[in-house]
């Protein structure tokens, strides 16, 4: 079964140093986001990604966050200057076009860790 | 404001009994409510989703209620098995133009007694 995979699956960085966080999505989806969850709370939407550009964001996804997909099959997020309250999992999720509601895969996550 | 919240932070079922996951909604504009399956270091895992002109829809195991009235979503999980221990968020689903935005509850870790 087809999944989306992310890399790496711990990041450690000190605080000001930019991560980027890599995901490569199920390979016929068109559709991919970005999500966080803080230790011990909800899952965050960060950012939702089709056509090669931004189509929703967050306020949680500010001048500080960005997005690629530098190829055709990976999709990155990258944090310019970590800061500590950045520290928690990232999880990937892509899903194809069948319908309004098709599915959104999630990858295992990256856990990000800023010292 | 639009939110997606739990009753019980955590459920203990008996290996073999039904289990039954709460969760209460206010944004009534939502087209799907979802019920994820989160395992400890693993990502959210799609269980079952149900449109919002619905009120109940059933899978394996699984049946999901919903009711517009109230604004609450249940999860029933029959014959609960010890691989069901995990958390699970409800969230819901809002189309816009082909896009979606999946909004999540904070969770209700389900543990299972064998």
């Known amino acids: 079964e087809p999944e989306v995979t992310q890399t790496p699956s711990h990041q450690v960085t000190q605080m000001g140093q930019e991560v980027i966080l890599r995901c490569v999505p199920i390979s016929n989806h068109l559709y991919f986001y970005w999500y966080r969850q803080i230790l011990g709370q909800k899952v965050e939407f960060l950012v939702s990604?089709?056509?090669?550009?931004?189509?929703?964001k967050s306020e949680i996804f500010d001048d500080q966050f960005s997005v690629e997909r530098p190829d055709g099959s990976n999709f990155t997020l990258k944090i310019r200057s970590t800061k500590l309250e950045d520290s928690a999992m990232y999880f990937c999720?892509?899903?194809?076009?069948?319908?309004?509601?098709?599915?959104?895969?999630f990858g295992p996550g990256t856990r990000l860790t800023v010292l | 404001g639009e939110s997606v919240g739990l009753h019980l932070p955590t459920l203990s079922v008996q290996e073999g009994d039904n289990s039954i996951i709460n969760c209460a909604y206010s944004?009534?504009?939502?087209?799907?409510f979802i019920w994820y399956k989160q395992e400890s270091g693993k990502g959210p895992q799609f269980i079952i989703d149900?449109?919002?002109?619905?009120d109940k829809r059933q899978g394996q195991r699984v049946t999901v209620l919903l009711n517009k009235t109230v604004k609450h979503l249940s999860l029933q999980i029959a014959a609960t098995q010890p691989g069901d221990s995990a958390v699970y968020f409800c969230a819901e689903l809002l189309n816009s133009g082909g896009y979606q935005k999946v909004t999540f509850g904070t969770g209700t870790k389900l543990q299972v007694i064998p």
């Open positions: 944004n009534s504009a939502s087209d799907y």
């Open positions: 149900i449109r919002s002109n619905m």
């Open positions: 990604f089709y056509n090669n550009e931004i189509s929703e």
């Open positions: 999720a892509s899903r194809g076009v069948e319908g309004a509601a098709d599915t959104q895969y």
